[in-house]
C-alpha cells in the first residue's frame, strides 16, 4: 500500500492567518482526497484533489476557503483560509489505490494534521 | 443523498466476550469499508466488502455484507484489551469515475475491559 505523509503534523495557529497542509505519497496515485475530522466526531470529505485540474468540492466546502492544489501525482496541499475556532480539526489526505479488483480501490489514510486555532 | 449510521456508538465489553457492532447505510452503493482509529492516530484500513453476501475475516474480526438489507457488520469473537479503539464503516457512492467517494458512520468507540 501507498506510504503518505503530512505536513505539518500539528500547528497551534491564530485565528485569521492560513496554513497550508502538504500531503507526499511514496508512489504515483490516481485519485487524493481531503477530509477533515472535526474533535470526536468523524471523518468528511472536504474535496477531491485531481491532478492538472481544479478540485472537486464537497457541499459546504469552497475553494476559497480551503483552496487544494495537486500539481502532480504524488503531492498535494490543502489551505485552511481566514481560520476560525471551528476549523479545529484533523485534516487527513487520503489516497485510492487500485484493489485486487481493478474497478474497486483500497483508500488509505495520512497521518493527519492536528489543527488548533485560538 | 447517502448517509451511513453506526451502533452502537459506544461499546465497553470484557475481554473474551463477543459482540458485534452495526453499520446501515440509506441507498445503494457498491462497496463497504471498515476502518479502526485508534486515540490521535490515522486510519487503518481492516476490510473492503465489494457483494452481497461478502463475509471477510482477519484475527478476532469478521465482517460481513448484506446489500439488500443495506447492512455491515463487524463481529468481534473474544475480545482482547488490544482491540480497544474506534472502529468507523464507510460506504461509497457509485461514481461514474474509477474511485468513489467514502461516505463515513459516526464511529464506534470499543473500550475491552480486562
Known amino acids: 500500500s501507498a506510504v503518505i505523509s503530512q505536513k505539518p503534523s500539528r500547528d497551534i495557529c491564530q485565528r485569521g492567518t492560513s496554513l497550508t497542509i502538504q500531503c507526499q505519497v511514496d508512489?504515483?496515485?490516481?485519485?487524493m482526497f481531503w477530509y477533515r475530522q472535526q474533535p470526536g466526531q468523524s471523518l468528511t470529505l472536504i474535496a477531491t484533489?485531481?491532478?492538472?485540474?481544479?478540485?472537486?468540492?464537497e457541499s459546504g466546502f469552497v475553494i476559497d476557503k480551503f483552496p487544494i492544489s495537486r500539481p502532480n501525482l504524488t503531492f498535494s496541499t490543502l489551505t485552511v483560509s481566514n481560520m476560525s475556532p471551528e476549523d479545529s480539526s484533523i485534516y487527513l489526505c487520503?489516497?485510492?489505490?487500485?484493489?485486487?479488483?481493478?474497478?474497486?480501490?483500497?483508500?488509505?489514510f495520512g497521518p493527519g494534521t492536528r489543527l488548533t486555532v485560538t | 443523498e447517502l448517509k451511513v449510521e453506526q451502533n452502537p456508538l459506544f461499546l465497553s465489553m470484557q475481554e473474551g466476550k463477543n459482540y458485534t457492532i452495526y453499520c446501515n447505510y440509506s441507498?445503494?452503493?457498491?462497496?463497504l469499508y471498515w476502518y479502526r482509529q485508534d486515540p490521535g492516530k490515522s486510519l487503518e484500513s481492516l476490510f473492503v466488502l465489494l457483494s452481497n453476501g461478502a463475509v471477510k475475516q482477519e484475527g478476532r474480526l469478521m465482517a460481513s455484507l448484506d446489500t439488500k438489507a443495506r447492512l455491515s457488520t463487524l463481529h468481534i469473537t473474544a475480545a482482547v484489551h488490544d482491540l480497544s479503539a474506534t472502529y468507523f464503516c464507510?460506504?461509497?457512492?457509485?461514481?461514474?469515475?474509477?474511485?468513489?467517494?467514502?461516505?463515513f458512520g459516526t464511529g464506534t468507540r470499543l473500550q475491552v475491559t480486562l
Open positions: 508512489s504515483q496515485v490516481t485519485m
Open positions: 484533489a485531481n491532478q492538472g485540474s481544479e478540485a472537486t468540492y
Open positions: 441507498t445503494t452503493s457498491d462497496r
Open positions: 464507510a460506504a461509497a457512492k457509485l461514481n461514474t469515475g474509477t474511485a468513489s467517494k467514502l461516505t
Open positions: 487520503s489516497v485510492a489505490e487500485a484493489h485486487e479488483t481493478k474497478w474497486v480501490y483500497e483508500q488509505y
